[in-house]
């Protein structure tokens, strides 16, 4: 039993040229949630609430949230500490040295 060959193929089985398998092509792309959050009107009110939340952390009255709403403070205003291999002449000592990524200051 021989199969049907697709219009869109050869005789050996590859595309012709000028044609694919995918007509319509790539699907286009979604909007990023980022793009959704900076579009919505709404978006600093939400970021004034994740502070307010975050600010009730060690209080008698800490929201149930409010060290999720830290974190997700702290995550953005400090960057996460990276290992990096660090060699020096410590004579015969042995450990690990856990440092920031090293950038240049902006001098003014």
Do not use: Y
Not at 22 to 30: A, D, L, Q
Not at 49 to 71: P, Y
């Amino acid at each position: 039993m021989k199969l049907a060959q697709p219009q869109n193929r050869t005789k050996t089985g590859q595309f012709q040229k000028g044609k694919s398998g995918n007509p319509g092509g790539r699907p286009k792309k979604g909007i990023a949630i980022i793009d959704k959050f900076r579009d919505n009107p709404d978006a600093p009110k939400v970021i004034e609430k994740i502070f307010s939340i975050a600010k009730s952390l060690g209080t008698k009255e800490e929201h149930k949230e409010a060290m999720s709403c830290a974190k997700i403070i702290a995550d953005k205003l400090i960057p996460t500490l990276k290992a990096q291999e660090v060699k020096m002449e410590t004579g015969n000592d042995v450990g690990f040295v856990f440092m920031p990524n090293q950038k240049e200051s902006e001098k003014e």
